[in-house]
Nanobody, 127 residues
Framework: VQLQASGGGLVQPGGSLTLSCTASGISLEYYGIGWFRQAPGKEREGVSLICSSDGSSYSSDSVKGRFTISRDAASNMVYLEMNGLKPEDTAVYYC?????????????????????WGQGTVVTVSS
């Protein structure tokens, strides 16, 4: 199983970016995907989750209303559309698969709920 996160870059405050997570060796039709981020000197935190079972999605309070997660099952990809970016959104963003097929734990974002992780893509929000 491999996950490839991409789409990061440098953006000004208030700007937008869309991250992509491409999966191989696993079907996103059956496994949910979460996005996490880790800022310098901080712990990794959950950002958004999209579940395979019913397509339900969740976001952390820090990004709710600004970030939108979506899935293209046919392409085996998940996207994170980020709008209204703030300097505090600067971090390395990772995508990861849930450990259990057709399972949706909701917005708990506990690391042990996820097993396969992508390598991360860097998002920098700065003027």
């Amino acid at each position: 199983v491999q996950l490839q996160a991409s789409g990061g870059g440098l953006v000004q405050p208030g700007g937008s970016l869309t991250l992509s997570c491409t999966a191989s060796g696993i079907s996103l039709e059956y496994y949910g995907i979460g996005w996490f981020r880790q800022a310098p000197g901080k712990e990794r935190e959950g950002v958004s989750l999209i579940c395979s079972s019913d397509g339900s999605s969740y976001s952390s309070d820090s990004v709710k209303g600004r970030f939108t997660i979506s899935r293209d099952a046919a392409s085996n990809m998940v996207y994170l559309e980020m709008n209204g970016l703030k300097p505090e959104d600067t971090a390395v963003y990772y995508c990861a698969t849930l450990v259990v097929r057709n399972w949706c734990p909701g917005p708990t974002f506990l690391h042990y709920q996820y097993n396969f992780w992508g390598q991360g893509t860097v998002v920098t929000v700065s003027s």
